[in-house]
């Protein structure tokens, strides 16, 4: 009796308040256990499956790049960094990686513009505009290697579109993909070719969102159709521009389907780009060591060229 | 005075090169479409124009090749295999990600966001290892259980996204109801997200139709290669008979074809969906 009257709570209500607190805690362990036992089943097939195959490979390019091995056997010819140094000096390689450069630039310099062009002309009411679309983006949707397949028929000396062409001059036709020089401009306008209508797609969409009222205003006050492009759609654009760009460069750094197919690296090494380097000579050669060392360093490029332009350019997307 | 005259010629000049980029565009593709249907000979004298005659022997020689129809059973079962598992997997996590807090849950998104940084090739040579070390070489598992691991990044990110994007109050709701995580993603979420799903879903198909490094190490048996290893082992065996590979391509190009009249919508919207969130 002393101690109830001394704490000033009736003894019931104090049980009571005791189980709630009992049967709530309770509760929250089980929501919370339930929501951990969720998350782990749920997440169990992505991270096992990512971990296994993308995370790991990478750690174990990562390890196989200092070691020469060709794929059977114990990992025990240590070389250092014995891989890195002769693929930094392999004219080859050195000419993949300009090679990738070169598409990079054309990437930049004239894809990108023909697709800006393009999408301002279509992202309008215009006559014709689903179909010029559909046109343009179909290149895109073909698989890589037929594309391939398509220009090799198309730059075939004897029995090609080009063949056919000088045919109209009755001029000797050149066999463009055997020719070390020209070979990679061949590539590039496939390049071009094929991806334009996907940067178009996203100008499209960028243009489409831009508010009307901002173009019409240009319009009210007498701004021609150039104008308007110019000064307000592309500048309003730059976002989307600039993403496309780095879409651009990833796409050009891991180019391999298109190069293999047209001219698989050749003639004489010329037209290699980084993944027909690794492939050419990575893994018909299976040189396991050295060609998880072209992994490693397209792996830094990549990483490097990501973070860089996220940070300095995209910083305020 | 506020309108300028309407400028004809500016509108002449954005269909001229309109016109002018569609012919290039279009050129090669109907050039080998209609080469299909020529003997070698015709392609020799006129690979531009339509041919003396539509003979049909070429497609006939394709199309009655059992290896073709193997070819494309490859590629489908890899292909729907493909989505189906990215699909199941992205969404589980994606799902895990939007919906669930708990603690560790920034930092494995971000883990699984490292798969956006890098492309499959740079890891091939160990990742050949492994399916060989697992006994997956030459099999179809050994293309769909890598291509679900290197799309899931994508698919999580849009999906992601998307399951944000649900109003909150469905899962207040479903909770006094005593609904547990599990139930509210299989009876409320996916049936809301029939969207994403599906642009992920043709996003994952196309990509996996159209696959060749994975394949080219994959596989080395030609009875389990997919079309585009068979293309190219095709061009490869016939390389002067461009009549021949010419239908073949065509051939190839129509499932694509057919895809893309089908799926547009969801093509383009995977595409700048994953362009704008990625």
């Not at chain 1, 009571?16 to 036992?37: D, I, K, M, P, V």
């Not at chain 2, 292909?79 to 494995?108: K, Y």
């Given at each position: 009796?002393?101690?109830?009257?001394?704490?000033?709570?009736?003894?019931?209500?104090?049980?009571?308040?005791?189980?709630?607190?009992t049967?709530?805690?309770?509760?929250?362990?089980?929501?919370f256990?339930?929501?951990?036992?969720?998350?782990?089943?749920?997440?169990?097939?992505?991270?096992?499956?990512?971990?296994?195959?993308?995370?790991?490979?990478?750690?174990?390019?990562?390890?196989?790049?200092?070691?020469?091995?060709?794929?059977?056997?114990?990992?025990?010819?240590?070389?250092g960094?014995?891989?890195?140094?002769?693929?930094?000096?392999?004219?080859?390689?050195?000419?993949?990686?300009?090679?990738?450069?070169?598409?990079?630039?054309?990437s930049?310099?004239?894809?990108?513009?023909?697709?800006?062009?393009?999408?301002?002309?279509?992202?309008?009411?215009?006559?014709?505009?689903?179909?010029?679309?559909?046109?343009?983006?179909?290149?895109?949707?073909?698989?890589?290697?037929?594309?391939?397949?398509i220009?090799?028929?198309?730059?075939?000396?004897?029995?090609?579109?080009?063949?056919?062409?000088?045919?109209?001059?009755?001029?000797?036709?050149?066999?463009?993909?055997?020719?070390?020089?020209?070979?990679?401009?061949?590539?590039?306008?496939?390049?071009?070719?094929?991806?334009?209508?996907?940067?178009?797609?996203?100008?499209?969409?960028?243009?489409?969102?831009?508010?009307?009222?901002?173009?019409?205003?240009?319009?009210?006050?007498?701004?021609?159709?150039?104008?308007?492009?110019?000064?307000?759609?592309?500048?309003?654009?730059?976002?989307?521009?600039?993403?496309?760009?780095?879409?651009?460069?990833?796409?050009?750094?891991?180019?391999?389907?298109?190069?293999?197919?047209?001219?698989?690296?050749?003639?004489?090494?010329?037209?290699?780009?980084?993944?027909?380097?690794?492939?050419?000579?990575?893994?018909?050669?299976?040189?396991?060591?050295f060609?998880?060392?072209?992994?490693?360093?397209?792996?830094?490029?990549?990483?490097?060229?990501?973070?860089?332009?996220?940070?300095?350019?995209?910083?305020?997307? | 005075?506020?309108?300028?005259?309407?400028?004809?010629?500016?509108?002449?000049?954005?269909?001229?090169?309109?016109?002018?980029?569609?012919?290039?565009v279009?050129?090669?593709?109907?050039?080998?479409?209609?080469?299909g249907?020529?003997?070698?000979?015709e392609?020799?004298?006129?690979?531009?124009?339509?041919?003396?005659?539509?003979?049909?022997?070429?497609?006939?020689?394709?199309?009655?090749?059992?290896?073709?129809?193997?070819?494309?059973?490859?590629?489908?079962?890899?292909?729907?295999?493909?989505?189906?598992?990215?699909?199941?997997?992205?969404?589980?996590?994606?799902?895990?990600?939007?919906?669930?807090?708990?603690?560790?849950?920034?930092?494995?998104?971000?883990?699984?966001?490292?798969?956006?940084?890098?492309?499959?090739?740079?890891?091939?040579?160990?990742?050949?290892?492994?399916?060989?070390?697992?006994?997956?070489?030459?099999?179809?598992?050994g293309?769909?259980?890598?291509?679900?691991?290197?799309?899931?990044a994508?698919s999580?990110v849009?999906?992601?996204?998307?399951?944000?994007?649900?109003?909150?109050?469905?899962?207040?709701?479903?909770?006094?109801?005593?609904?547990?995580?599990?139930?509210?993603?299989?009876?409320?979420?996916?049936?809301?997200?029939?969207?994403?799903?599906?642009?992920?879903?043709?996003?994952?198909l196309?990509?996996?139709?159209?696959?060749?490094?994975?394949?080219?190490?994959?596989?080395?048996?030609d009875?389990?290669?997919?079309?585009?290893?068979?293309?190219?082992?095709?061009?490869?065996?016939?390389?002067?008979?461009?009549?021949?590979?010419?239908?073949?391509?065509?051939?190839t190009?129509?499932?694509?074809?057919?895809?893309?009249?089908?799926?547009?919508?969801?093509?383009v919207?995977?595409?700048?969906?994953?362009?704008?969130?990625?």
């Amino acid at each position: 009796m002393v101690d109830t009257a001394d704490s000033g709570t009736p003894a019931r209500p104090g049980l009571l308040a005791s189980w709630h607190r009992t049967w709530r805690r309770a509760n929250q362990r089980s929501a919370f256990g339930e929501r951990y036992t969720t998350a782990i089943v749920f997440l169990i097939p992505t991270v096992t499956l990512f971990t296994l195959f993308v995370i790991l490979p990478m750690g174990e390019a990562a390890l196989y790049s200092v070691y020469r091995w060709n794929g059977y056997g114990e990992l025990s010819t240590f070389v250092g960094t014995r891989n890195y140094a002769f693929l930094l000096n392999n004219g080859a390689f050195r000419s993949a990686l300009i090679n990738t450069g070169l598409i990079i630039l054309v990437s930049l310099a004239i894809q990108l513009p023909l697709a800006l062009w393009m999408a301002l002309i279509l992202a309008e009411r215009i006559r014709g505009a689903v179909l010029f679309r559909a046109i343009f983006f179909l290149p895109y949707i073909l698989a890589e290697v037929a594309t391939g397949l398509i220009w090799k028929f198309v730059y075939d000396g004897r029995y090609g579109l080009v063949a056919g062409l000088y045919g109209w001059f009755g001029a000797e036709p050149p066999f463009l993909l055997a020719d070390r020089e020209l070979a990679i401009y061949a590539v590039m306008i496939v390049v071009v070719w094929k991806y334009f209508g996907f940067h178009m797609m996203i100008y499209i969409a960028g243009l489409q969102a831009i508010s009307h009222e901002v173009v019409e205003a240009a319009r009210i006050d007498g701004a021609s159709w150039w104008q308007t492009a110019w000064r307000i759609k592309v500048p309003l654009l730059a976002p989307v521009i600039r993403l496309s760009v780095f879409f651009s460069v990833l796409g050009a750094l891991q180019l391999f389907d298109l190069v293999w197919a047209l001219t698989r690296g050749g003639p004489a090494n010329a037209t290699h780009t980084v993944v027909t380097y690794l492939y050419n000579f990575g893994i018909t050669r299976m040189s396991i060591g050295f060609g998880s060392a072209v992994g490693v360093v397209l792996f830094i490029i990549c990483v490097v060229f990501a973070f860089g332009y996220r940070r300095s350019l995209m910083r305020h997307d | 005075m506020l309108f300028r005259p309407h400028r004809e010629e500016s509108h002449f000049f954005r269909y001229l090169s309109l016109i002018a980029v569609a012919l290039l565009v279009l050129t090669p593709m109907v050039a080998t479409v209609l080469g299909g249907f020529k003997t070698l000979g015709e392609l020799r004298v006129d690979p531009f124009g339509l041919p003396e005659r539509w003979r049909l022997d070429n497609y006939i020689a394709i199309l009655t090749d059992p290896w073709l129809w193997r070819l494309l059973f490859n590629s489908l079962v890899i292909a729907g295999a493909t989505v189906v598992l990215t699909l199941i997997a992205g969404a589980m996590a994606a799902f895990t990600f939007a919906q669930i807090r708990f603690f560790g849950s920034r930092m494995l998104l971000n883990y699984i966001l490292l798969g956006l940084l890098f492309p499959a090739a740079t890891a091939i040579l160990p990742l050949f290892i492994k399916l060989r070390d697992f006994g997956l070489l030459n099999s179809h598992m050994g293309i769909i259980l890598p291509q679900v691991a290197f799309g899931l990044a994508f698919s999580v990110v849009l999906m992601r996204g998307f399951f944000r994007q649900l109003p909150a109050e469905l899962w207040d709701a479903a909770r006094v109801d005593g609904c547990s995580y599990a139930a509210f993603f299989w009876k409320v979420t996916i049936p809301l997200s029939t969207p994403i799903l599906a642009t992920v879903g043709v996003f994952v198909l196309v990509q996996s139709w159209n696959n060749f490094l994975l394949p080219l190490i994959v596989m080395n048996d030609d009875d389990m290669y997919t079309w585009p290893l068979g293309i190219m082992e095709f061009q490869g065996e016939f390389s002067t008979d461009w009549h021949l590979v010419l239908a073949f391509i065509t051939v190839t190009m129509i499932p694509a074809l057919v895809l893309f009249v089908f799926a547009q919508r969801y093509i383009v919207a995977g595409l700048t969906g994953g362009a704008v969130k990625a």
